[in-house]
């Protein structure tokens, strides 16, 4: 395929705006990008697909999501609005998720999917959790992301909240998945460990989990330190801070990604910088929660990789950097921190690499070699639009909203805003009715 008379935002390190250009791929992977009369002379017998100037970007990198929360949407907690965090986790989600079934599950990561196409995310990392429909639960959502045709990394979370035997099979589902990929491996699926949180995961459980990862050559994907009230347990009942913890317990690592990592201390961040441990920030989220904020440019300054999620809300990821952008100046109470560049750095550079603990092919940018995650916005715009500005274009001007095509791995997902691979009507239809009966379950 060859994408002509496009305006080219290449993303990563060699971050350029090319006008009146052309990207050609082959199969999954880039191979070319030049002036478009130069790229049509040189493969004229290319099918072309013309952008008639429209932005050709790489595609939007989800670091952390959870499909399995697509149903809370519009959902009523009986009772009096939850306090604080703790209430949260078990008068929503603890609810919501042990009353999931595995067509539940799928439902909610085929919404999610179909949210994901239609504004340019073509990338995520999931973390899912149905306690009552443990077994099958990866293979279901996988059966989800490969008919969306979109690029998903999975695990499930184990916890000890739901007794002994919840904890045994969450283990035997992430080590039953991982072995399944390795064996026939997907370009479009990844898998990884998941835990759910410090303060969910007892020692021994922690210990089994690193065992039961013994040689299977993957990372652990976890919620830390995403609330006070996590590093509060974890001293009451360890006498450690939970990075501190986790560390020693050998969790961190390479392949290891913590999600929210709000409230660290100088030692933590320090270990998570040594272990090269993975970070993905929320803010949204976290602004709901009423969490608190990471210290985010304080980890980025030590070196830490950090990227960035959405921990389930909308798989528009311009809004999540629109968010960032904002709510760092206010906390800080200061106009200079969390400069646009930096965070486009985080989004695609830093998701990039999180995505590379999942997939061996680059993402997060176009080049040649990388994979052929691409996206058409008609943003158009009416200040110039060059190298050294295109990322305060991104976060005052571009959105998801401009996305008109979505191509994965070579495969074109959106044409025109017209999805080619799942029929967005039925499955909110058929989403629809399933939590329904899901709300009334709980209730």
Known sequence: MLIINGTILTFGNDKRVLPDHAVYYENDTIVDIGRTADLVQKY??????????????????????????????????????????????????????????LEDSKYSALVCLVEAIRHGTTTLIDHHASPTHIDGSLDVLAEAVLESGLRVGLCYEVTDRNGTQGTADGIRENVRFIKRLQAKPNPKLGASFGLHASLTV?????????????????GF???????????????????????????????????????????????EMGALHNSQTKVSHQPRSNMNNAVGLAEIEKMLDK?????????????????????????????????????????????????????NIYFPKPVGHLAPGALADIILLDYVPFTPLTDGNYPWHVVFGID????????????????????????????????????????????
């Open 303 to 355: 070196g830490i990789t950090v990227g960035l999620g959405n921990d389930g809300f909308s798989n528009n990821m311009f809004s999540e950097i629109h968010t960032a952008y904002l709510v760092h100046r206010l906390s800080k109470g200061d106009p200079r921190v969390m400069p646009a560049d930096r965070l486009l750095d985080m989004a695609f550079n830093h998701n990039g690499t999180i995505a």
């Open 202 to 218: 007892g020692d021994h459980t922690l210990e089994d989990c690193v065992e039961s990862a013994r040689g299977l050559n993957c």
């Open 221 to 267: 994907h976890l919620h830390g330190a995403e609330d006070k009230a996590d590093q509060v347990d974890s001293l009451k009942k360890y006498d450690q801070r939970v990075i501190e913890r986790l560390e020693d317990k050998k969790i961190l690592g390479p392949k290891t990604l913590i999600a929210h990592a709000v409230h660290l201390d100088a030692y």
């Open 400 to 443: 998801g909203s401009h996305v008109t095509h979505t191509i994965c791995g070579g495969q074109m997902l959106m044409r025109d805003r017209q999805l080619l691979t799942l029929d967005e009507t039925a499955i909110a239809a058929k989403a629809k009715e399933l939590a329904k009966a899901m709300w009334n379950r709980i209730n």
């Open 44 to 101: 004229p017998m290319a099918e072309r697909l013309d952008a008639n100037g429209k932005i050709v970007m790489p595609g939007m990198i989800c670091a952390h999501t959870h499909f399995y929360g697509a149903f809370a949407r519009g959902m009523a907690i009986p009772g009096q609005p939850p306090a604080n965090f703790l209430e949260i986790l078990e008068r929503l989600w603890w609810n919501l998720d042990r009353a999931l079934t």
